[in-house]
Every structure is written in C-alpha cells, then in structure tokens.
C-alpha cells in the first residue's frame, strides 16, 4: 500500500472508537475511499480498533456491497429486481457481459475498465429496466441503449 | 402548547408560507431519485437559467415525487392568479419555453393536471392559490384524473408538494405541530393507545398492529430503550419508502420523535438501504435542521423529552429488513436472525426494549396524532385501517406511486388508476408482498386490498410492491427469479431455508429447461410445506410462497413446460425458438442490425429470417423490431 493510502486509513480510523459497534460504516468509509476493501487497511484498521481480521472477512462476504477485490474504473450495475425482471433485464446483464467478454454473468473485463454486478432493485422501478453506470441511472433501457452508453465511457477513455 | 414553543413554531411556519405561497411565480421540479434518473437536473438547470437570464421573480426549488413517475421529469408551476399546473416529460427545451411563457403571465398548452387549491392535510382546509384566472379551462382537476381520482394521500402528503429540504415548509403544512401537541396534552400510554386505536397496523410487512407494539415496549422496564426507523425497504420492485424520505423527511423523523415518546426512548435509529444514497443525503439535512431547531435532542420543545437520532447505513443485505437481523447488523455484526421471542420490544438493541417500525407507518403517525384515532379509523375496511402505498410497475400504463384507501380493489388499482395494460396485451396476474409473498391471477381480480383479504388469496399485502404481469410474463419463470433471489439472500444459518430453497430453486429451473417430470410438482409442494413448518425466521418460512401461488393459480402452465416443454409466454429459453412472422415482417432490417450473432438475413422490404442455429435468443431483435414481427 501507498504511504498515501496509509493516511488516509488514519484519517479514516481517527474518526472510530475500538470496538465493533461501527464496524460496517468503517468499511463503507474505506470502501469509499478505495473502492474495496484492501487487505492491509483491514489489516491496519484491525490493530487499531482490536477487531480480528476473520471479523472482517465474515462481515464483508455477508453484504453484497462490499468488494475484496478491486473494482474496474466503470461499475454497471444493472438491476435484477422483479420490475426489471419482468420487462427482460436478464438480457441487458447477458448482452453486457459478452460485451466485456466476462467468463461468468457478473464481474470485471480484462482491461479493468469496468465491472459487471447484478444488482436488486435500484428503487427507480417506474423506468425499468433500468441500467446504472457508476452513480448515473439509466431508465427504459434496450439492448442498443446500453451498447450506445458503453460506447461513450470506453470513448471516454481515449 | 406552551407559550414560548407555539411562538417558535409559528414563526417557523410563518417563513415556510413565504416559498410555499410566494408572491411571485414558483416553479417546481420533481427531484427524487426517479425524476433525477430521467433527467430533472438538467431540466431545473435550464430553468434556473432561463430565470436569471429573464432577470424574473421567482422561486425555483426541488420537491419530491407526485408519484406519476411515468411521466417523469414533472415540472409545476403557480403563475399568480393561476392554478397549480403540472407538466410532464419536460425536456430543457419545454422548461425554457415555460419560464419565458410564464415570465409573460401566460401558460402552455399540455398541462397534464391542475390545482386550484392544495392540500392542507393536517389542518383539514386546502389552501387557495391567488385567484384562478382563465386560461386553462381544458385542463382537468388532479382530483378528477383517473390517476388520482381514487387516491387518498396520507403518508404521501406532502411529496412533491413542498421543498424535503426545508424545514420550514413542512412545518408551514402542519409539521411538528403533532409532537408539539402529543409532548404538552398527552402522555406515553394516552398516544399509544390513540394509535392503537387508530387501527394503525404495519406497513413494513407484517401488519402488526402499531399501537400494541409501542405498548408492550412501553410497560418493559428498563434504563434505556430505542426506536428504530426501518428504511431498508429490501422487496425488490417497490420504492414507496425511498420516496417518501426524499420527498418528506421530517415526516418520518416526526414520526419517530412520537413513537420514541410513546414507549419512553432515548435514541432513534433509522437504518437505510445503502443504495439509497439521496434519501440518505436529505435525511441527514433533515436531522442537521431538527438539531439546530431543538426538535431533538434534550428538552425537546422545553418537555422534559430527550430523544436523538442516528442515521445506520445498510450494507446489501435483504434479509437485514428482518427486525433481528437489522439489530445485528446496527451492532455491527452479519445480519442474521435470531429466534423470536424474545421479541425486540422486550430485548432488542444491546439486549433493551426496542420498536422498530417501517418508514410508511411512521409517516403516518403525526396524522393520526392531529386528526385523532376517529379519523383514521373512518377510512379503511374492517381490519385494516387507513391507506396503503403501493409502487405500481411492470407491465402496466400509468406507473407510479399511488396511495388508496384499504379496501380498494386490485381492477381499481389496475386499470382505473394504472390505466391498464399496455401493448394491447392481457393482464395475466399482479405480484404482490415481495419474495414472501404471492401471485394473484385476474379471477381474483376484484380482491379488496386489505391485509386479511390478501393473505386468504395465498399472497400478502406485504410493504407495498405491485408488479402487475401480462400474457408475456411466465409465471414458472417469476418463481424461479423470487427462489433465485432468496437463495442467494438467505442468511445461510438455518438448514430448511439453505438447502431447502437451493433445493426448491433446482427444481424450478429443470421445470423451466424442459428437464423435469411429473413428481416434481409433489416434490415442490413436499419441500415447501417443510420449509414452511421449520424455517427459522420468516424470510424462510414465506420463502415457497411464489411457488405455492403459481402453482395454485397456474398449474397449467407448469404442465406445459413439463409435459409439452414448452413455455407458453415465450419467456424460458430453452423451450422457446426466435422466429419472425413473415406476414408482419414490413423488412426494414432493423433486427439484422440489432443481431449480435448474425443470425437474421432478409433483404429490405422483404421478409426477415432468423437462423435458429447461430441465434443466441438474446431478445434483441425483439427489442428493435417496430411492428412486433418478432415472435418466440
Ligand atoms: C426477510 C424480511 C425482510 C423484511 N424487510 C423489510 C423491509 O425492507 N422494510 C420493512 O419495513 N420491514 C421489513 N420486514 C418486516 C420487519 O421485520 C418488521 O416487521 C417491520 O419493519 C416492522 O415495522 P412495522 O410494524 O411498522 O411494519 C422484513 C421482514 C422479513 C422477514
Ligand atoms: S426493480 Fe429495477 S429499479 Fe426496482
């Protein structure tokens, strides 16, 4: 890890008294700050506040919303939730994991650029299907749609 | 109410009256989640912009969702002397054309409702806006649309009517004047009871009754005690929750501050779903004003009340809207459920007496607290008291938000307020109570929705999601996406819902692959019954409820699949081949474009074909194809 990325573990630690109490808005806190959850600043944060690294792991594998791993640069989380389900967003999630060429139906494309989650509901039901790219929902979307948006973050890119 | 506290508050409301009521023009942007996600930032940047390029008087704000969140982004607008209007589907473009019309005094066409006097809830008398020139005769009332002819808005009462991030305007509606009134004139017992009275159940799912709770925490002896606002609104396809904290925060938080008085808390928390970032956002401006404005903390409006509140983000887990999941997760633990009882109002957070209560039911205790037990219990069926907010999606016309009285039936809700079907496709059946709950076909049609009717039709009322489903939606293949989603949402901690579910979810997708016989329907039906009986908490006891639905009301289509193999609704893919239908093909190629797999061929104008053999049944010619030509 950066001695940068140290830093700003302390600043994040500075703010949590030992104990588990807080334990899962700590690892919110440091998933923001990194986009997962490096295992040296669990390993830091668990010195510190004297909570056993296994605590960690079990907290972070039992909520969907935490990464062990790091994350492409573009998250496209597209919903899967029944208002979604029913108007096909089983083939807006297939279509943009051939797009990243992904082995499975979830995960992140070889040039790191983005990552693929399933998600469900995103509380915007009235447009599903619905797409997100990184914190921008996209509503009613179709197949071409979704192609045309990940046009413009891979143009982006150049 | 004591001198100083009537003063202060009256004050408050004075200041909201002046952007609620201004005296020049105001227009209204519908600013939550759903109308963000349709483009209402940009459409409130043009007006902002068009405003001070205009050098005009106006007030230009935020509010939240109306709830004809179809015709998102929604803008109003109060033109002095004028009727409210409200518009939809504004572009920027349209939101300029309506500054400069309005900067003229005029109106443009294609209102889609008017107001002449808005709502006043609490107080019980609507308030006139300044006149009601002529201009727009054509346009319809909002209480004569089809949408909201039906509706009656309690716990949505102020979306989209007043600015969530002000406290003022809230106020300037009646806000705070219930806790006011509850912490001078009444006592702990006296407003638990007037709750219960009320004949308030829960809207978080299970429909206990509100009152009874709060009294069963109140009589618990113990140092300290919390209440806990549940925001996780986990049921995949319902956003009636989000809405009302991004469109009327301080309701929920003075729901809270009541509920807290009611059984003798201390601290509050209200525990949201991490995906909900902008409810999060205006609860914490919301909690920042109530601060600064001694509406919580010590010596809440000078009695001897003290009560704070914390705001505990979830972290993606379903199964964490489980009231005893949800506490270990606030502990900061894996949220999995306990055995109950102990229920949490005797121990709960920390092992204390703890309510915790969903976002709705809170939002519906200050007026039952203004307008008295009488009141609320008037509207209503029997056992279920008040109205009810649904999110109406799926295949259905008007989406939205919609609140109704208890009672109204599903046809009502459907196709007066929903507008029906759309595509000129048949309703086949509406989902409603999440993954715990059922499938209701259209021979039940004109069920009431009450809580007692619903669980008798084998669904539950549930917290309020409503899918409704047409002719092209398989059912087998809803209760495999329900067993899929539970499987992989189940704690894991007991035996009967880790493994029965898997095992259920199994069978489900043999029956939707064309893999399945005959006893497996029997073996469904013998799983479910044990899961039923030894499940550990009810995300696993309710579990087999899609199947159990489907199959009592769709039986047939699951004797497709497995004795035809075949998917009627054209919805499995292994049972289903792509075809275009040569009659209606007009050959404009779009879906030759659209194949990924280059399985179309057709010259222009002339019928397409699709080459069953490289066809990935991706649906994208389907998507594309403008005249339906494309069948499965
Ligand atoms: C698996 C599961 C998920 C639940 N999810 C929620 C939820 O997201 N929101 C909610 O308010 N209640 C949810 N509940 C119900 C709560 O356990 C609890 O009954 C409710 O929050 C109590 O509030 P109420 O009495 O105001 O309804 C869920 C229950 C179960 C079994
Ligand atoms: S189901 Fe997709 S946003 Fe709610």
Redesign the interface.
């Known amino acids: 890890m950066k001695s940068s990325s140290k830093a700003s573990i302390a600043a994040i630690l500075k703010q949590y008294d030992s104990g588990?109490?807080?334990?899962?808005?700590l690892?919110?806190d440091i998933q923001s700050a990194f986009g997962y959850l490096p295992k040296e600043a669990l390993q830091q944060a668990g010195r510190e506040l004297d909570i056993p690294l296994s605590k960690f792991f079990?907290?972070a594998s039992?909520?969907?919303?935490?990464n062990l791993e790091p994350q492409g640069k573009h998250t496209i989380s597209v919903c899967?939730?029944?208002?979604?389900?029913?108007?096909?967003a089983d083939?807006l999630a297939?279509?943009v994991a051939?797009e990243l060429e992904l082995n499975g139906d979830e995960g992140t494309s070889t040039d790191r650029q983005f990552t693929l989650k399933k998600?469900?509901?995103?509380?915007?039901?009235?447009?599903?299907p619905?797409v997100k790219v990184n914190?921008d929902?996209?509503?009613s979307m179709?197949?071409?749609k979704t192609a045309t948006i990940l046009n413009q973050y891979r143009k982006d890119k150049k | 109410m004591k001198g100083s506290t009537s003063k202060r508050l009256a004050k408050l409301q004075k200041e909201g009256l002046t952007t609620l009521f201004p005296e020049s023009t105001k227009i209204m942007v519908g600013s939550a989640?759903?109308g963000?996600?349709?483009g209402a930032d940009a459409v409130l940047q043009a007006i902002t912009a068009e405003v001070k390029k205009k050098k005009m008087d106006a007030v230009v704000q935020k509010v939240g969702c109306i709830g004809l969140?179809?015709l998102?982004p929604l803008v109003d607008i109060i033109i002095p002397g004028r009727p409210r209007l409200t518009y939809g589907n504004v572009t920027p473009e349209k939101a300029k054309e309506l500054v400069a019309a309005a900067k003229k005094g005029k109106v443009l066409e294609g209102a889609l409702g008017k107001i002449t006097a808005e709502p006043f809830l609490i107080e019980g008398t609507a308030r006139d806006y300044n006149g009601t020139a002529g201009g727009v005769d054509d346009v319809p009332l909002y209480a004569e649309l089809p949408f909201y002819r039906k509706q009656n808005r309690i716990a949505l009462r102020n979306c989209g009517f007043i600015d969530p991030e002000n406290i003022t305007e809230y106020i300037a509606k009646g806000g705070y004047q219930s806790l006011a009134s509850v912490l001078e004139k009444s006592s702990p017992g006296r407003i638990a009871s007037d709750v219960e009275r009320a004949g308030l159940r829960g809207r978080g799912g299970a429909g206990f009754p509100t009152g009874r709770k709060w009294k069963i925490c109140l009589s618990a002896r113990s140092d300290e005690k919390y209440l806990i606002c549940n925001a996780d609104?986990?049921?995949?396809?319902?956003?009636m929750d989000?809405s009302i904290l991004e469109g009327d925060p301080h309701a929920v938080i003075e729901g809270m501050l009541i509920g807290g008085y009611a059984i003798g808390a201390t601290r509050g928390f209200i525990y949201v779903r991490?995906?909900?970032?902008l409810a999060i956002e205006r609860l914490e401006k919301a909690l920042e004003q109530v601060r600064e404005h001694g509406l919580v903390g010590e010596k809440i409006l000078g009695s001897s009340f003290n009560f704070d509140i914390t705001i505990?983000?979830?972290?993606?887990?379903?199964v964490c809207g489980e009231e005893t999941a949800l506490i270990k997760?606030i502990?900061?633990?894996?949220?999995e459920p306990r055995q109950r009882p102990p229920f949490p109002a005797e121990s709960g957070l920390w092992g204390k007496p703890t309510i915790i209560n969903n976002v709705e039911t809170l939002a519906t205790v200050p007026v039952i607290a203004a307008k008295g037990a009488k009141w609320f219990s008037s509207i209503g069926t029997d056992g279920s008291k008040g109205s009810k907010v649904f999110?109406l999606?799926?295949?259905v016309n008007n989406?939205?938000?919609v609140e109704v009285p208890m009672g109204t039936t599903l046809r009502d809700i459907i196709f007066d307020i929903g507008g029906g079907i759309p595509n000129n496709r048949a309703f086949k059946a509406v989902?409603t109570g999440?993954p715990s709950g059922g499938c209701i076909p259209e021979s039940l049609i004109d069920l009431p929705v009450d809580y007692d009717a619903l669980t008798k039709s084998g669904s539950i009322m549930g917290s309020g999601?409503l899918?409704v489903?047409d002719e092209k939606?398989c059912m087998v293949d809803?209760a495999k996406?329900?067993l899929e989603?539970l499987e992989s949402e189940s704690?894991g901690k007991c035996t009967p819902c880790r493994v029965g579910v898997k095992r259920m979810r199994e069978i489900l997708t043999d029956i939707c692959e064309g893999k399945a016989e005959l006893e497996d329907l029997t073996r469904l039906e013998d799983m479910a019954g044990l899961i039923n009986d030894s499940a550990l908490c009810a995300l696993g006891r309710t579990a087999p409820n899609p199947v159990l639905s489907t199959l009592k009301y769709f039986k047939d289509e699951y004797l497709a699949h497995i004795l035809l193999k075949k998917c009627p609704a054209g919805v499995c893919k292994d049972l289903i081949t792509f075809s275009v239908d040569k009659k209606t093909c007009i050959g404009c190629g779009a879906c030759k474009k659209?194949c990924?797999a280059d399985a179309v061929t057709g010259e222009k104008k002339k019928a397409h074909k699709i080459n069953t053999k490289k066809c990935i049944k991706?649906?994208?010619c389907r998507?594309?194809c403008p005249v339906s030509a494309v069948l499965t």
């Open positions: 588990q109490d807080s334990l899962i808005s690892m919110q079990a907290v039992f909520y969907n919303s935490f899967e939730g029944t208002a979604c389900h029913v108007k096909n083939n297939q279509m051939r998600v469900r509901c995103l509380g915007c039901c009235s447009m599903a619905v914190d929902i996209h509503g179709t197949q071409t | 989640s759903c963000i996600a349709a969140c179809y998102e609104e986990g049921d995949p396809g319902a956003y989000r991490d995906e909900y970032p505990s983000r979830g972290a993606g887990a379903f997760s502990e900061g633990d894996c949220g999110s999606v799926g295949n989406i939205g938000l989902q999440g999601g899918i489903m939606t809803v996406y329900f989603f704690c659209a990924p991706c649906g994208a998507e594309v």
